[in-house]
């Protein structure tokens, strides 16, 4: 398909770890992304990874890249009830007219339980 | 820094009427985003603005049409609502520099009645 995957919902024991699964599109893309947007607000940027980078390791997040099969996933560990939320993947491939416009999965909500 | 806002928060329609949807960002960035968020749908792309006094279409631009006439501000107009328009709309922007990050609204919460 032409859409960035990604399944909807997730649900954790807080203390666990989480993994949200993405599958994008275009390889051509430069930056992947996972955005987080908490309940009445806007998305904001968690982490990024490059391309060309297999992994990225920020405290308790965990990026990994797959290109060949264009996965990408998000590990949170540890996991509090403050990190409930809807998670998104993005990519961001160039349009024909040099711009990068990214498109966005459809989130996945991510649901911790005490 | 503000970020990027937006006005309203919430309005509520009639369908017919007409509204505009403003978004300012105090960041000097050059791209410049309207989104539409439904549920289950995610966030799908209305229009957007590669600089001042450009616009182009996005995923699902009929019903809206947009202007860039200030770089720093970018709207967003319904000029004869239909229910089918209700929803949570976001404005972004992002610079052309290193991780092309975006910026999010808090978004408008708009009902057509």
Known sequence: GEDVEQSLFLSVREGDSSV????????????????????????????????NMDMKQDQRLTVLLNKKDKHLSLRIA????????????????????????????????LIVHP | NAGVTQTPKFRVLKTGQSM????????????????????????????????????????VPDGYNVSRLKKQNFLLGLESAAPS???VYFCASNTLAESYEQYFGPGTRLTVT
């Open chain 2, 20 to 59: 505009t949807l403003l978004c300012a960002q105090d960041m000097n960035h050059e791209y410049m985003y309207w989104y539409r968020q439904d549920p289950g749908m995610g966030l799908r792309l209305i229009h957007y603005s590669v600089g001042e006094g450009t616009t182009a279409k996005g995923e």
């Open chain 2, 85 to 87: 328009q209700t929803s």
């Open chain 1, 20 to 51: 949200i699964n993405c599958t994008y599109t275009d390889s051509s893309s430069t930056y992947l992304y996972w955005y987080k947007q908490e309940p009445g607000a806007g998305l904001q940027l968690l982490t990024y990874i490059f391309s």
């Open chain 1, 78 to 109: 540890d996991t509090q009830t403050g990190d409930s939320a809807i998670y998104f993947c993005a990519e961001n491939p160039p349009t024909s007219g040099g711009s990068y416009i990214p498109t966005f999965g459809r989130g996945t909500s």
